[in-house]
């Protein structure tokens, strides 16, 4: 996720000196992936890169470099006795201080992220953190030109993740691919959506009443329709579909057309067994086959989760889309296993 460049942008553009803290390097075992990101105020620290000693030792190194002018510097944190953890890898760190304003870099960039455009941002070590290279699919910005342009562009047309390579940070600002449609906005829609807020998707919440969005999180696009089963056209090939309305006739319509579409990676409804068994015999009806009725996950949930709380049922359908999103496909439970039903 980017907050942090609206963060960033915040806090600069107030006058606030801050310390860009970054996950740049990981071999072996560590707490956070490469690019993971927190902002050392003299007041606050903002996001995350792990907890425990190796996130104390950088705010205190963070918080040093506060009032004096850096260059971007490379930190090596091996993590084992001496740092108090086990995880036993080594960690490289990058510190940027940005204590003059709104630096035109982060401004372009905060331009290019508030309009969705995808951008590779290129920064050298040891250089100033007032000078970097932001590059999109067709143009860049900044003075340091040259080969970093063609080996930022194609790392952005990979979508690559973030890496350090040959002296240079290579950080892409994406929008996330995770795409996630929550038909319902009752108890357990308006829970789900508050735990995917959290993460790093984007989530279109459907519903059919009238004003019943109370709370729309940054990530997510409310949309009030009288036919909800029509947004299932307007979704993009690989959504995952979360059904919870308030209308049973609301659900199977809205399945019905999901399941149509062969595109989706997930089709799911919340429900017991026997509401699947009674969607089965209406999608038969309607013509749909056994391969596609398969496509529908009637009940939802990842297993061993069997409290039925708005707030539990959130975390476990989280959890299951997560798996699904961290494997190629979707695991079978062992029949001993229960999911969620409604």
């Known amino acids: 996720m980017n907050e942090w460049v ?11 000196p801050v310390v860009i803290v970054t996950i740049a390097g990981v071999r072996g075992s560590a707490p956070r992936e490469v690019g993971a990101k927190m902002l050392v105020t003299a007041a606050e620290t903002i996001g995350t890169i792990g907890g425990g000693q190796l996130e104390y030792q950088c705010t205190r190194l963070a918080v040093d470099r506060l009032d004096r002018d850096a260059a971007i510097d490379l930190e090596r944190f091996p993590l084992g006795a001496s740092m108090g953890q086990c995880c036993g890898g080594v960690v490289e760190v990058l510190f940027e201080t940005v204590a ?19 951008a590779m941002l290129v920064t050298e070590l040891g250089g100033n953190p007032a000078d970097k290279l932001i590059v999109t699919a067709d143009a860049e910005f900044g003075e340091t030109l040259g080969e970093d342009v063609g ?20 950080e892409p600002v994406l929008g996330s691919d995770f795409d996630i449609a929550v038909f319902g906005a009752g108890h357990v829609g308006s829970a789900l959506v508050g735990v995917l807020a959290t993460l790093d998707c984007n989530v279109r919440w459907i519903d059919s009443r009238r004003n019943v969005f109370r709370h729309v999180p940054n990530n997510a696009r409310a949309i009030e329709t009288r036919e909800p089963a029509l947004e299932i056209a307007a979704l993009a090939p690989g959504a995952h579909v979360l059904v919870m309305t308030h209308s049973h006739g609301i659900d199977f319509d809205i399945c019905l057309k999901a399941l149509k579409r062969d595109d989706l990676a997930y089709v799911g409804l919340i429900g017991s067994a026997s509401k699947r068994r009674r969607f089965e015999k209406r999608f038969r009806e309607q013509g749909l086959g056994d391969a596609e009725i398969a496509r529908l996950t009637c009940p939802i949930g990842v297993g061993g989760v069997t409290g039925k709380k708005p707030a539990e049922i959130a975390v476990a359908v989280s959890a299951e889309l997560l798996g699904l999103r961290g494997s190629a496909g979707r695991a079978e439970l062992p029949d001993n296993v229960t999911r969620l039903g409604s």
């Open 100 to 118: 003059d304003g709104l630096p035109a870099w982060l401004r372009t960039l905060g331009g290019l992220h508030g309009q969705r455009t995808p």
């Open 6 to 16: 609206e963060h960033l942008v915040d806090l600069t553009a107030a006058g606030e």
């Open 151 to 170: 080996a930022a562009r194609e790392r952005l047309g990979r979508r690559d993740p973030a890496a350090l390579i040959e002296g240079a940070f290579y």
